[in-house]
C-alpha cells in the first residue's frame, strides 16, 4: 500500500505543473489559430486549466501533502510537438487542425491520468480526493468532444476561401444547427411579441 501511496502522490505532483504547461500551451495555441470558435475554445481551455488546477489544490489538501511542482515530461513533450508542427505550417487551416489535434492529445492525457489517480484515490480510500479528481475527468471528456466536432467541421470548411473570415456564430451554426434554429425562433417570437406590443400602445 505505501507504493501505491507513492506512486498517487508522485501523480499528483506531476499533473499538478502538467496544468500550468497546459494552461501555457493553449495561450500560445490562441495566437496562431484562426478560427473564432477554436480562438474561443483555447483561451476558456487556458483559464480551465488554472481552474482544475487550482480544484488539485483541494485535493492535497484532503490528503494532508503540499504540492511540489515537477514539470511532467510527458505533457512537455505534448507542447514540443505541437509547437513543431505549428513552425512547418503557414496555413490557417492546417495550424488550426493542428492545434486541436493536439489539444485533443492533451485532453486524452489528462484523461488517462485523471483516470489513474481517480482509481487510486478510491483504493486508498479518500473518497472526497476521488470525486474531485473525476470531476474533472467529466469534464475533460466533454472538451475533447467538443475538439472533435470542431475538428470535423474545420476539414469540412478547409476549402473554403472564406475560410480566415468565418465568425463564431457561422461555426456554431454549422455544428449545432438545432440549437440555431431554436434561437432564430426564439428571436422571432420575441420581435413578433415587442410589434404586438407597439400596436397597443398605438391604440
Avoid: W
Wanted: charged share 25%.
Amino acid at each position: 500500500m505505501s507504493g501505491n501511496r507513492r506512486l498517487f502522490e508522485d501523480g499528483l505532483h506531476l499533473l499538478h505543473e502538467a496544468h500550468r504547461q497546459g494552461a501555457a500551451q493553449a495561450a500560445r495555441n490562441y495566437k496562431t489559430s484562426t478560427l473564432p470558435k477554436l480562438k474561443q475554445m483555447l483561451e476558456a481551455g487556458s483559464k480551465q486549466n488554472i481552474v482544475q488546477q487550482k480544484r488539485l489544490d483541494e485535493v492535497f489538501e484532503l490528503i494532508s501533502i503540499r504540492p511540489d511542482p515537477k514539470q511532467d515530461p510527458a505533457m512537455q513533450g505534448i507542447c514540443d510537438l505541437n509547437e513543431a508542427e505549428i513552425a512547418k505550417h503557414r496555413s490557417a487551416a492546417d495550424r488550426d487542425l493542428i492545434n486541436i489535434e493536439y489539444g485533443q492529445v492533451a485532453a486524452h492525457f489528462y484523461i488517462a491520468r485523471y483516470g489513474t489517480l481517480r482509481s487510486a484515490a478510491q483504493a486508498l480510500g479518500h473518497a472526497k480526493a476521488a470525486k474531485l479528481l473525476d470531476r474533472t475527468l467529466v469534464e475533460t471528456r466533454a472538451i475533447d468532444q467538443a475538439f472533435t466536432q470542431l475538428y470535423n467541421h474545420l476539414l469540412a470548411r478547409r476549402t473554403s476561401t472564406s475560410y480566415p473570415d468565418e465568425t463564431a456564430l457561422a461555426t456554431t451554426a454549422y455544428m449545432h444547427p438545432r440549437l440555431t434554429v431554436g434561437l432564430a425562433l426564439g428571436g422571432i417570437l420575441v420581435a413578433v411579441a415587442l410589434l404586438e406590443a407597439g400596436r397597443s400602445k398605438r391604440r
